[in-house]
T-cell receptor, first 114, second 116 residues
Framework: DAMVIQNPRYQVTQFGKPVTLSCSQT?????MYWYQQKSSQAPKLLFH???????NEADTPDNFQSRRPNTSFCFLDIRSPGLGDAAMYLC?????????????FGPGTRLTVT | AQKITQTQPGMFVQEKEAVTLDCTYD???????LFWYKQPSSGEMIFLIY??????QNATEGRYSLNFQKARKSANLVISASQLGDSAMYFC?????????????FGSGTQLTVLP
């Protein structure tokens, strides 16, 4: 089945130790998004790629970076995780040109910072 | 100002009964879309239903229907015949007609608990 896959599902990292979260999709969608969701809060968009064009939200900290080496994969890099970065990270995709731009979400990666 | 407002942090409903989850929105765009997503405790966001701003009829998908009142800027989700598996967080979201990728703005969510 076509889907959005996130690995790992659970990630534990140490304070200040760089960590990378990955997302892949078999939907051939041209847009990929990264959201941060803290406990009991709404998902907050960090950035998105429209094809190779990177779009950063104005309030996304510099600590967060992203890479999209090809259509299928997108990575979220946290250069120096702080305790406040512990959250669920959701990857989503959509296809520009679809009738209503539904976003398809992956299962998320729950990040713990110790 | 909040673009999406969900005023019910938590809701309880008896199994097999219907429940309405409220959502109001704020936009000056003429073209926009409204979405409802379900998020179980596992974390995945599951798309439920969509309503476009130009759609004249309320959207329905199985047990889910969207009560769209454009003049009041509300897009309430109605779940009929609630099931225990409906217990989850529900998010209302809006896609405004700007930008090529048209990202979603989410409300704060409503935690629904279905009681046996």
């Amino acid at each position: 089945d076509a889907m959005v896959i996130q690995n790992p599902r659970y990630q534990v990292t140490q304070f200040g130790k760089p960590v990378t979260l990955s997302c892949s999709q078999t939907l051939n969608h041209n847009v990929m998004y990264w959201y941060q969701q803290k406990s009991s809060q709404a998902p907050k968009l960090l950035f998105h790629y429209y094809d190779k064009d990177f779009n950063n939200e104005a309030d996304t900290p510099d600590n967060f970076q992203s890479r999209r080496p090809n259509t299928s994969f997108c990575f979220l890099d946290i250069r120096s995780p702080g305790l406040g970065d512990a959250a669920m990270y959701l990857c989503a995709t959509s296809r520009v040109g679809d009738s209503y731009y539904e976003q398809y979400f992956g299962p998320g990666t729950r990040l713990t910072v110790t | 100002a909040q673009k999406i407002t969900q005023t019910q942090p938590g809701m309880f409903v008896q199994e097999k009964e219907a429940v309405t989850l409220d959502c109001t929105y704020d936009t000056s765009d003429q073209s926009y879309g409204l979405f409802w997503y379900k998020q179980p405790s596992s974390g995945e966001m599951i798309f439920l239903i969509y309503q476009g701003s130009y759609d004249e009829q309320n959207a329905t998908e199985g047990r889910y229907s969207l009560n769209f009142q454009k003049a009041r800027k509300s897009a309430n989700l109605v779940i009929s015949a609630s099931q225990l598996g409906d217990s989850a967080m529900y998010f209302c979201a809006m896609r405004e007609g700007r930008g090529s990728a048209r990202q979603l703005t989410f409300g704060s969510g409503t935690q629904l608990t279905v009681l046996p």
